[in-house]
């Protein structure tokens, strides 16, 4: 899952990579568990094993047909969209990249964040996960990321990063980085 390195700035480094949190996969595992159950119930009931001509073959193509795209839209579309995105935290921006074939992203630097705020419901606090609030200075204002795991540690990472990211770019603007001239005047 390692996000490219290619599509980082020279002195840019990862710091945390992560996908949406595995919670978001137990709604389509618990669909996948009751449609694997009423599919093998009702094509058993649907006829006979040994009769595969018979007037109720019609009946388990359309349960197959049904259970199929039952399959496809609430099992693998979901799978599909949790495993194409990425929430990437650098030394210098939030990343925030989903969609298989058609992609969405963005991306916020460390230096427009004015505000990191998290929140969790009962349950969520169970898992170690949330919903991260981003606040920005730009002008689109919110980042807000669903599902993110262990979002407190997250959260104060994106501070401490921040500073960091403020400190470089102060030292940068004063010519703190420039190399000082050797000591013996050559």
């Known amino acids: 899952m390692a996000y490219p390195k290619k599509l980082l700035a020279d002195d840019e480094s990862v710091v945390y990579e992560m996908r949406p949190h595995w919670r978001s996969l137990v709604g389509p595992a618990l669909v996948l568990l009751a449609l694997v159950a009423a599919w093998s119930y009702l094509f058993a009931r649907s006829g006979s094993w040994l ?13 197959s ?4 795209f039952v399959l496809v839209t609430f099992v693998v579309r979901p799978f ?13 921006r939030i990343i925030v990249r989903s969609g298989f074939i058609a ?20 349950l969520e606090r169970f898992l170690n996960c949330g919903t991260l609030v981003v606040e ?5 204002g919110q980042l807000v990321i669903a599902s993110v ?6 959260q104060r990472e994106i501070f401490r990063l921040h500073d960091e990211d403020d400190t470089r770019r102060r030292s940068d603007a004063d010519g703190h980085d420039r190399p000082s001239p050797p000591a013996d005047g050559y």
């Open 80 to 92: 599909i969209a949790w495993a194409s995105t990425d929430y990437v935290l650098t030394n210098r």
């Open 103 to 122: 992609r969405r992203g963005r991306d916020m630097p460390l230096s427009r964040v004015n505000d990191v705020s998290f929140s969790h419901t009962v």
């Open 136 to 140: 920005s200075a730009g002008t689109q």
């Open 149 to 154: 795991p262990d979002v407190e540690t997250i």
């Open 65 to 68: 047909l049904g259970a199929l």
């Open 51 to 63: 009769d595969p001509g018979g007037p109720r073959t019609g009946l388990r193509w359309v349960l």
